[in-house]
Every structure is written in structure tokens, then in C-alpha cells.
């Protein structure tokens, strides 16, 4: 999976296409990322002795096929490779050229 944790991505297809956000959890073993205010899905909390009731607005995960690396020099979504530099593998913006990190 190209898609790590606290990249910028931008949702490419769905009812959230077009927004950008951070991605919180990278879940590599089923293919899905958890980004930022997309795909907020509503939870009721039931109420209990110590906290009382509440609707909540959480995340889901989303699959990371619908989503792209979003570049800031490029200032567009842009597809990752990988380079060997110095002895060691670093992902690539496809676009630019730059190493991402």
C-alpha cells in the first residue's frame, strides 16, 4: 500500500470526491484508510452512569483505491513510485520527480 499514515491524500471517487484531509489510520491488511472529515458517519452513544447520551460523528474507513496523494508543489493528486537512493527505497511523486519522504 502507497498510502501512509499523516499523508495528504484527495478523495478521487464517491459522495466525498474532491476533499482533501490527513490520513489517521493506514489499515494495510484490508486495503482501507481512515482520512480526515470524510465518509463522517453518525454514532449514537448510549447513555451510562458516567457520560451521558450523545450523537457522535466519527470517520469510517474508506478504500484506498478511491483515494490519491495529494502533492502541495504540484498543487494536484499525484500517483507514488518508488527509488532506490542511497542504498535505501523512497517513495517518488510521479509528477514532479520529488522524493515525498
Do not use: F
Amino acid at each position: 500500500m502507497k498510502i501512509k499514515k499523516d499523508d495528504m491524500v484527495m478523495v478521487i471517487t464517491g459522495k466525498d470526491k474532491g476533499k482533501k484531509g490527513k490520513v489517521l489510520k493506514a489499515m494495510p491488511k484490508e486495503n482501507r484508510v481512515i482520512v480526515e472529515g470524510v465518509n463522517v458517519q453518525t454514532k449514537h452513544q448510549k447513555q451510562t452512569q458516567k457520560a451521558r447520551a450523545e450523537i457522535k460523528h466519527i470517520e469510517g474507513p474508506i478504500d484506498v483505491s478511491n483515494v490519491m496523494y495529494y502533492d502541495k508543489k504540484a498543487d494536484a493528486p499525484v500517483r507514488i513510485g518508488y527509488k532506490i537512493e542511497n542504498g535505501k527505497k523512497v517513495r517518488i511523486s510521479k509528477k514532479t520527480g520529488a522524493v515525498i519522504d
